[in-house]
């Protein structure tokens, strides 16, 4: 079993719809979770960032992180063509090395 | 304030050759990490530098090895490169101690023939 699973998709939705993105995870000594998103040829995004569980909100996005069910989740409001990209979910543990494991990345498309 | 400066950003290189990939990090970072992203995966990580010794290492092979400099700029280097080491070399930096998130470069895209 990988460390953290994610949908590849492709998802494609139409603009204005709200976007659900998520991942799983089987080690329980994370405690960081990110949401990264990546343009085509360019380098991940750092788009959120939670600590722990619970929820937190920037805007259009919103994070969610359920420590108990080993699930975290990403939600696009009012998605925009330019949400168009992939995105990644990582996390790393407290203490340690920093290294961040990711998650295979959804590639989503909001069509106009 | 800049962001993560990557170099060169394409690369083709024959298999059995060397390659350096050089990582210039955000003002203000003074860790480096070093991450491969195959085609349609997740990055995986390499390595990370902080204070010019390797803090952390991935599942990669010692032909993979780094370097930190005073200015907390970086090298990746590869030796007897192999056709799967083809993929995104990214950089990413970060301020010690605080998981808030890294900084990634757009990448060094690496083709073995």
């Known amino acids: 079993q990988k460390e953290v699973e994610q949908d590849p998709g492709p998802l494609s939705v139409p603009e204005g719809a709200i976007v659900s993105l998520n991942c799983t995870y089987s080690?329980?000594?994370?405690?960081?979770f990110m949401w990264y998103r990546q343009y085509s040829r360019k380098g991940p995004e750092l788009l959120m960032y939670?600590?722990?569980?619970g929820n937190k909100e920037d805007g259009r996005f919103t994070a969610q992180v359920d420590k108990s069910s080993k699930y975290i989740s990403l939600f696009i409001r009012d998605s925009q063509p330019s949400d168009s990209a992939t995105y990644l979910c990582?996390?790393?543990?407290?203490?340690?090395?920093?290294?961040?494991?990711f998650g295979k990345g959804t590639k989503l498309t909001v069509n106009p | 304030e800049t962001g993560v400066t990557q170099s060169p950003t394409h690369l083709i290189k024959t298999r059995g050759q060397q390659v350096t990939l050089r990582c210039s990090s955000q003002s203000g970072h003074n860790t480096v990490s070093w991450y491969q992203q195959a085609l349609g995966q997740g990055p995986q990580f390499i390595f990370q530098?902080?204070?010019?010794?390797?803090?952390g290492r991935g599942n990669f092979p010692p032909r993979f090895s780094g370097l930190q400099f005073p200015n907390y700029s970086s090298e990746l280097n590869v030796n007897a490169l192999e056709l799967d080491d083809s993929a995104l070399y990214l950089c990413?930096?970060?301020?010690?101690?605080?998981?808030?998130?890294?900084?990634f470069g757009s990448g060094t895209r690496l083709t073995v023939v």
């Open positions: 080690n329980s000594a994370f405690q960081y």
């Open positions: 990413a930096s970060s301020p010690r101690g605080g998981n808030y998130g890294y900084t």
């Open positions: 530098y902080y204070r010019e010794e390797e803090n």
């Open positions: 990582a996390m790393n543990m407290q203490g340690g090395s920093e290294k961040l494991v």
């Open positions: 939670t600590y722990s569980s």
